[in-house]
Every structure is written in C-alpha cells, then in structure tokens.
C-alpha cells in the first residue's frame, strides 16, 4: 500500500504543480503588465514591477488552489484510466474505500497549504507590496481605504455612542483624517475631535496627533468626562462652542489594533482571525454583520473545499478511456470548478439578501458537490 500511496501521491501532487504553475504564471504577465506602467509613471522600472508582481502570488495561488486541486486530479486520475493503471491498482486491491481514504489524506495537506496560505503568507505579502508602493510613489499605500467604526461606554455614569471615522491608513499602519464623534444616550453631538493621524496598540490606546476639538455646550450636563473636553463646571459661563487645540490627546477605547485594521481591510483580504474579532466587534456595537459572518464562515470552510475538488475528481478514474479523451474530462473539470465558484457566490449573495444562517450559506455549496461526487463515484463502482 506504501507503493500505491507513493505513486498516487505523486503523480497527483505533480499534475497539481503543473496545473498550480500555469495559471500563476498567466496572473504574473497580467499583474507585471499593470505593474509595469504604474511603475513607469513614477519612474521605479520594470525590476520593481516584476517583484510587486511576484508579491501577490500568494494570493492567487490561494484562490486558484481548489481549482488547481480538482484540474490536477482530474487529470492524473484520467490519464491512469486511459493507460489501464488504475484498473491495475483496482485489481490488486485498491478498493473504492481506501482509494477514498488515500484521496482524503492527499486533500488534508492540500487543505492545510491553502489554510497557511491564505491567513499567513499571502496577508504578509500584499502588506509588504503596500509598503514597497507606497514608499516608491510617497503616498498612502493603494489599497488603503476608509472605514466607520462605532463604540459604547459608561463614561461617569453616562451612557455614551461614539462614531469614529478613519479617513485611510497608511502602509506603516498609521491612521490618517481620524474624526470622533461623541453622542449621549438620547442620540445627541457631544462633541467632535478630528485628528491629523493617530496610533492605535493592542490595548485599545489611540494616540491622536495635532487634535482639534469641539464641544457644544447644549448638553453640557452630559459632557462630564468626555474625550479631552471640559468638565460640567467649565460650561457654567462658557460660549456656546468651547474648541481646543492639542498637540497630542489619549483616548482610551475597546477598538484595539486588530479590529482597526480588520475595519480598514477589504473582507477578501483579511485572515480568519481578524474577520472573526471584525465580526465579535459589529455584533457587540449591534451593528449589521451578516456580510462579514458569511465571509468569515466562507473563509473558514475555504481550505476543506480541496476534499470536495478530491472527491469530484475520483469518480474520472473509474472511467473507461473510450469514454472520452483526457482532454475532454480536463474540460469537465473546469466546467465543475467554475460552476462550483459561482454556485459559491451567488449563496452568499442570496444569504445576504435573505438573512440565512452564515455557517449553512457558507456550507451549502461545498456539501452540495461533495453529495454530487460520492453519489457518481458509488453509481460508477456499482454499475461500471
């Protein structure tokens, strides 16, 4: 069995490189392609393009990787039927379970790759490509965006909201245009802090520099213990508008470093861990979270779809090789992987739409084709 698992083994996992190989190497020509004029305006040449190209393979490896998987396996399962030696393996005990059970651990280090993959290695990369463009161009980094965040406390004994907006981030990690809005329990503005840019750790301390500060003075008796602002007794005989300006101002939050970043990162870019604090965050704000639930359970149940792309892929090495061509099975392939994307996309449109359970919108599809592979692959050892 040691033989037929290393023969399996590797013929699948070459198929896969090859297959892993081709579609990377048409995504780098596009990419340099792009690469290569942004750079040229700037005047930073083609070496730097083709190392911000090289950067953000790793995560097109992450979305092709499935694909990549059930292609590959497709076609190294076909070309043994064609050739008669899985007919071989069959005869000389390969039978339908343990070929299953062989596949299964085969897909369980696929899965485990796109897992590593895409929580660690293509986040690093796309961060260090922001950075490297960013200090070519002297601007914020591209891919940087602005984001809402809300927070609730007790400060004093007084419920207060606060709407913060980050206007973008930098490639360092730095926040710019930072803006704090602070409303009382009725819904009232307390007062507006605008700062040119902050920091923020991992405790929740947001650093805010050259703050401009305004309060207005029509709910003093709520403002006790706002963010830098004047106290109840300092109303007493002030303007209608009290402003203030800090070179620097502390305030103290439970928007720590990783919600804000997860905020500022478009849902495809982030890792598990970080849709799953931006998820934790929305919920306890009584925010709307059903987009990012499903995006976290996707992005969970993502690496487990390399079994289903396995168990796709097996029912074509009980083919005969008069069934048609290996090319022909290829094709059925890309047909399955495609139809298995889309079907994938449009559940979670419709989940959105719909306010379905995330986990079940997540799943559905990827259960739904592995139904579909193993009742073809027990349909095919049954009657062919």
């Keep these: 069995m040691r033989t037929v698992r290393r023969l399996l083994y590797r013929d699948i996992m070459g198929s896969v490189l090859f297959v892993s190989a081709a579609f990377l190497s048409l995504f780098y020509f596009i990419d340099f392609v792009d690469e290569l004029e942004r750079m040229t305006r700037i005047g930073a040449g083609a070496a730097r393009a083709a ?8 995560g097109h490896l992450y979305e092709l990787m499935p694909i990549a998987v059930l292609i590959g396996s497709i076609f190294s399962l076909a070309r043994m039927a064609q050739s008669s030696e899985f007919t071989i393996l069959r005869t000389g005990g390969l039978g339908p379970r343990r070929a299953l059970a062989l596949l299964a651990t085969l897909a369980l280090g696929f899965a485990a790759l796109t897992f590593l993959v895409g929580d660690y290695m293509a986040p690093y990369f796309d961060k260090q490509a922001d950075t490297m463009r960013a200090r070519l161009s002297g601007h914020l980094a591209d891919s940087s965006r602005g984001a809402w965040l809300k927070e609730r406390k007790t400060v004093d004994g007084h419920d207060r909201s606060y ?22 329990a009725q819904g009232g503005l307390l007062s507006r802090t605008e ?17 401009q500060r305004t309060d207005w003075l029509n709910a003093a008796e709520n403002s006790a213990g706002a963010v830098g602002g004047p106290t109840a007794e300092q109303h007493t005989d002030a303007p209608v508008v009290f402003q203030t300006r800090l070179n ?68 074509f090495a009980y083919l005969h090789g008069r069934s048609g061509g290996i090319s022909l099975k290829v094709f059925g392939g890309i047909m399955l992987g495609i139809s298995f994307v889309l ?42």
């Design 51 to 58: 190392l911000l190209s090289l950067m953000v393979l790793p």
């Design 248 to 315: 620097s101002l502390v305030w103290s939050s439970s928007l720590h470093a990783g919600v804000v970043a997860a905020a500022l990162l478009p849902t495809v870019a982030m890792s598990t861990i970080e849709l799953y604090r931006y998820t934790e965050h929305l919920s306890a704000q009584e925010q709307s979270a059903q987009a990012q639930n499903i995006a976290f359970w996707r992005k969970a149940f993502y690496p487990f779809a390399c079994f289903v792309m396995v168990a796709l892929a097996l029912p």
């Design 343 to 384: 079907l994938n996309n449009v559940a979670g449109h419709m989940g959105i739409l719909n306010n379905w359970t995330p986990w079940i919108v997540a799943a559905s599809p990827s259960l739904a084709y592995l139904g579909l592979s193993l009742a073809a692959f027990g349909w095919l050892v049954r009657y062919r």
């Design 163 to 184: 709407a913060i907006h980050v206007g973008q981030a930098s490639a360092s990690g730095q926040l710019q245009q930072v803006r704090i809005f602070e409303f009382n």
């Design 195 to 211: 700062a040119t840019s902050a920091t923020v750790d991992g405790r929740g301390q947001w650093l805010l520099s050259d703050v």
